[in-house]
């Protein structure tokens, strides 16, 4: 079974820039996270979707960010305009009741910005 | 909401010794605690869960404990080995809250050959 799927895993960019990341989940998990990683602290969820809908965005800063996973599989976070303290790895992950629910991980983006 | 702490930040333990990682939690309603290993490039990969109806589970090497009570949670490693030097990373989970982790800080363990 193919793992999450994540790209690019490395970006630099400059702020005030925009950068999109790719998300690619296990085949059949419905529910899919995109977590923030500030380096030296747990992953902090961003957004869940349930299929193409979403289902907690609460911690999402909506000013600059957006994500979306229209046809329920793949998904795309998009950072517009990005800012120093937007510097993190961004985690994907997916779930299933299937497997209990349990989360598994992509090997995330590791964002930079100068 | 929940607040997941997680001491201490780093460990280093040598080959062999055992290894301990706690963790408090302030939401009573949490009832679901895993533990995530992170190597380095790595997204975190689930080790072991605990679900709040046991106070105790073992998986080979790994134990995770359970105090409702005091709300807090700890990882024991036994037999350390140097493949287990990564980032552990516990986390709860609230009753009905689709399924939403909020996570400690991290420990960064270090087993010294």
């Known amino acids: 079974e193919a793992g999450v799927a994540q790209s690019p895993r490395y970006k630099i960019i400059e702020k005030r820039q925009s950068v999109a990341f790719w998300c690619n989940p296990i085949?059949?998990?419905?529910?899919l996270y995109w977590y923030q990683q500030i380096l030296g602290q747990g992953p902090k969820l961003l957004i869940q979707?349930?299929?193409?809908?979403?289902?907690?965005d609460s911690q999402l800063p909506k000013d600059r960010f957006s994500a979306e996973r229209l046809k329920g599989v793949d998904s795309t976070l998009k950072i517009q305009p990005a800012k120093l303290e937007d510097s993190a790895v961004y985690l994907c992950?997916?779930?299933?009741?299937?497997?209990?629910?349990?989360?598994?991980f992509g090997p995330g983006t590791r964002l930079t910005v100068l | 909401g929940e607040n997941v702490e997680q001491h201490p930040s780093t460990l280093s333990v040598q080959e062999g010794d055992s290894a301990v990682i706690k963790c408090t939690y302030s939401?009573?309603?949490?009832?679901?605690f895993p533990w995530y290993k992170q190597e380095l490039g790595k997204g975190p990969q689930l080790i072991i869960d605990?679900?709040?109806?046991?106070g105790e589970k073992k998986d080979q090497r790994i134990a995770v404990t359970l105090n409702k009570t005091a709300k807090h949670f700890s990882l024991h490693i036994t037999e350390t080995q140097p493949e287990d030097s990564a980032v552990y990373f516990c986390?709860?989970?609230?009753?009905?809250?689709?399924?939403?982790?909020?996570f400690g800080s991290g420990t960064q363990l270090t087993v010294l050959p």
């Open positions: 992950a997916s779930s299933s009741p299937a497997n209990r629910n349990e989360q598994f």
């Open positions: 085949s059949g998990h419905a529910t």
């Open positions: 979707f349930q299929n193409n809908g979403v289902v907690d």
């Open positions: 939401d009573s309603a949490s009832n679901y």
């Open positions: 605990i679900r709040s109806n046991v």
């Open positions: 986390a709860a989970r609230r009753m009905g809250s689709a399924r939403q982790l909020t």
